[in-house]
């Protein structure tokens, strides 16, 4: 069974950084592309970024590109988005997501295991 654990939400001022942490388990790791997710309430869920399975491949929204790293550390089961210049909007619950497929390097939404997320607030 597949379980994904997001870590390192919390309370930050605009302009600062947080990195989450994603520590998967119940299959190889390594065979799978991740990505991360937010949603805001009454909103849709949102892209953010995602990265293939070796790593070598990486995508992100438009709205955090230049801003946010995607990494991965195979040896450890874990994805990391590293969130710097945060902004108000970036206000959300981030959720990791497993691709079903290992066939692909991006998440398909529809295709995806999920983890519970974790809140990221930033204030102004």
């Known amino acids: 069974q597949v379980q994904l654990v997001e870590s390192g939400g919390g309370l930050v001022q605009a302009g600062g950084s947080l990195r989450l942490s994603c520590a998967a388990s119940?299959?190889?790791?390594?065979?799978?592309?991740m990505a991360w997710f937010r949603q805001v309430p009454g909103k849709v869920r949102e892209f953010v970024a995602s990265i293939s399975s070796s790593g070598g491949s990486t995508t992100y929204a438009d709205s955090v590109k230049g801003r946010f790293v995607i990494s991965r550390e195979n040896a450890k089961n874990t994805v990391y988005l590293q969130m710097n210049s945060l902004k108000p909007e970036d206000t959300a619950v981030y959720c990791c997501a497993q691709s079903r497929s290992g066939l692909v390097t991006t998440v398909d939404v529809l295709n995806a295991f999920w983890g519970q997320g974790t809140q990221v607030t930033v204030s102004s």
């Open positions: 119940g299959r190889t790791f390594s065979n799978y592309a």
